[in-house]
């Protein structure tokens, strides 16, 4: 008796994780993933776009490649795909911030899917990939008082927002020669947001509002490319690049000023409109990565994103317009590490498991009444543990947990506590057996 195994492409079962895909995460990622007082500027804050496995170290990967993976932060890493599998990667975190302006402290949770990616091998040396991730989160609760006491007058200042974007993304990475590799990913960007501001003084009956808000339909495109070095028969250097052009999100952000009196139960209201108001940044990105025999790999990101080039919505001297010099250009470098004792070993569990280190350090995109926001820094601890049984041997369950710190001169501090827990499930869907 013989056995051969012949590689066949099932694409009732891909367009069917295609729609369940779509069905379960619609929903899910238009809940906002952070309480952060800084989301209120620009698009809000940006959402790393990483996944499990770099997730522990730190969000590195743009010369990352392996053929079990789904890595979105280079789409040329997608045809290095396995040849016989079908990979699915999800995860979600949970967090626990503090907050601290002053000496006054104060703690703020919140959890919710990070992701949901796929990818397959469509044919020799062409991967394709699809899935779900957040691009930017907005949400905050928070007020101020002022209090004059020559007036005997207290002002209430109230902020609120909520909403954020998401990315519905379809993308594809081809080798062109043994060690260079091209890829790209096409998104449906969409989302919106509801910014408000509230004052109400205990000397008056009136209250005055302002609403920001705007709603996107667009898309976001991303291309990469990967080359390889091998330096000897168990070392090998990547380099990866990555560029996502800038263009206009066809938006139209409107304000709304609304003055209430309590006294009388009337309100006046008057809005504004931006035709075409809001862009996406131009943004290039370069990884290094080094690999020793498949036991270790080490890798460092650099990326520039050209926020201060656009100019974005403000409401001033009694209208609302685009303004320059309320955004800047953004920077961040990633570096992190990956062992695997003993990836070989066919008799412990304890020699496949991934031990992962990371750290990261970025820049705001935004100012804060003339000064520069908060910088980022933070560092990261992860692990993937093999799933195996009678029929798989090639999934991963991955643990990691991230410390992040931002601050800037005389504005709140925040450190935050992130656990995030991701499931790569990698099954065998295009190997049929026969039987001789």
């Known amino acids: 008796m013989k056995i051969f195994g012949k590689r066949t492409i099932n694409m009732n079962k891909i367009i069917s994780c295609l729609a369940v895909l779509s069905m379960i995460t619609l929903n899910a990622f238009a809940q906002s993933g952070t309480n952060s007082p800084y989301s209120q500027y620009g698009l809000g804050d940006l959402a790393d776009q990483s996944v499990g496995f770099n997730k ?49 402290k104060l703690n703020a949770k919140s959890a919710g899917f990070d992701y949901v990616t796929g990818a397959f091998r469509l044919i020799k040396n062409v991967g394709v990939s699809f899935g779900v991730m957040p691009y930017s989160n907005i949400g905050y609760d928070y007020s101020s008082t002022t209090k004059f006491s020559e007036i005997e007058t207290t002002m209430v200042n109230s902020y609120v927002g909520s909403g954020g974007l998401s990315q519905l993304f379809v993308g594809a990475g081809v080798r062109l020669f043994k060690q260079f590799s091209l890829g790209f990913n096409a998104a449906y960007l969409w989302g919106d947001y509801l910014k408000e501001v509230k004052t109400v003084s205990s000397s008056s009956v009136n209250t005055l509002s302002k609403e920001y808000s705007m709603s996107v339909n667009s898309y976001k495109l991303e291309f990469g490319m990967q080359y390889v070095q091998p330096i000897n028969a168990k070392d090998e250097l990547t380099l990866g690049a990555v560029f996502s052009p800038g263009h206009s999100l066809n938006a139209d952000p409107t304000c709304r000023i609304i003055t209430a009196n309590s006294s009388i139960a009337k309100s006046d209201t008057t809005s504004f409109v931006i035709t075409d108001g809001l862009k996406l940044p131009t943004t290039y990105g370069v990884g290094l990565a080094y690999q020793h025999d498949q036991k270790l790999r080490v890798g460092a990101d650099f990326q520039m994103q050209k926020w201060g080039s656009i100019d974005f919505p403000a409401f001033e001297a009694d209208t609302y317009r685009l303004k320059s010099g309320l955004l800047k250009d953004s920077y961040k470098l990633n570096v992190g590490a990956e062992w695997i004792p003993n990836p070989r070993s066919t008799r412990s569990l304890m020699h496949h498991i991934r031990y992962r280190i990371g750290a990261g350090y970025s820049t705001p995109y935004y100012y804060i009444n003339g000064q520069d926001g908060p910088k980022n820094l933070q560092v990261s601890l992860g692990i993937g543990i093999p799933i195996m049984n009678g029929y798989n041997n ?27 827990i991701g499931l790569t499930f990698n099954e065998r869907w295009f190997a049929k057996w026969k039987v001789e």
Not at 92 to 97: D, E, K, M, V
């Open 56 to 104: 522990g170290m730190g969000g590195v990967g743009m010369a990352f490649r392996k053929g079990n993976e789904v890595n979105p932060l280079n789409p040329a890493s997608y045809s290095s795909i396995d040849s016989v599998t079908m990979i699915f990667d999800a995860g979600l975190s949970g967090q626990i911030t503090n907050y601290n302006e002053n000496g006054r």
């Open 394 to 420: 090639r999934s991963l369950l991955n643990i990691s947990a991230q410390w992040q710190h931002r601050s800037a001169d005389n504005l709140i501090k925040e450190n935050t506590f992130r656990l995030n």
